[in-house]
């Protein structure tokens, strides 16, 4: 097992200038580890996402992780990838900062397998923490091999399929010299048969109904 502590990598605040949208990200003009931190991401079967809650929401360095990562949002290559998120807090709810991940990472192309809140206080020792929710982690543990073995991220949901359908039909009326167009299409994605990122686990009528409600919503907002 990996473990990556994001606050031990150099990761410097995105500068907004679009760089890795309009050329790719091999250009991006931030020299930091982002890089090394993607490639270990694409290399893992599944992520953990963890992290603390500060003023309910992530804390600022895994923003700026996520603001990082800005471009995956057009190009989805964590496709196929599944992950679990965790959010620890004092005493308020953890529901805001889990949604914030939950977004970021199907945004890329992450099956989200579960999430789960847990109020650890302030200084609360790790064994303290293992007595009180020991079991839950187990569990959760459990859950996350039995998903990865099972493929569940085969298994998508109708609101999955009707997104993918309008991006399908947003990024084939992109410009043809665009790095979005270009990486869509080298995929087999702008492809009118293609029907997800991979072959879905869904019934043709669950698909159908999705692309045709995904093809009229495109239609007013693409």
Known sequence: MDTLYLGHM???PCRGCRTCFDKGEAFCPIKDDMAEIKARMKAADALIVAGPVYV????????????RLA??????????KSAYLVATVGSTRASHTLRTMDTALRTW?????????FK?????EKEQIEKLYGA??????ENI?????????????????MMFKIQQVGWSKAKRDSIDYQYWQSKGWLDGKQKFFFKPKANGLK???????GAVIAKFFV
């Open 56 to 67: 309910d929401d992530v804390n600022g360095i895994m923003k700026n992780w996520i603001d």
């Open 136 to 141: 839950w982690l187990t569990v959760i543990a």
């Open 71 to 80: 471009h995956v949002c057009h190009r989805p290559e964590f496709a196929g």
């Open 120 to 124: 650890t206080h302030a200084r609360m």
């Open 10 to 12: 150099n990761i410097e």
């Open 145 to 161: 091999f039995l998903n990865i073995k099972g493929e569940h991220y085969k298994e998508v949901s109708f609101v999955s399929l």
């Open 207 to 213: 698909i159908s109904a999705a692309r045709i409600t």
């Open 109 to 117: 192309g992450f099956y989200i397998i579960g999430k789960a809140g």
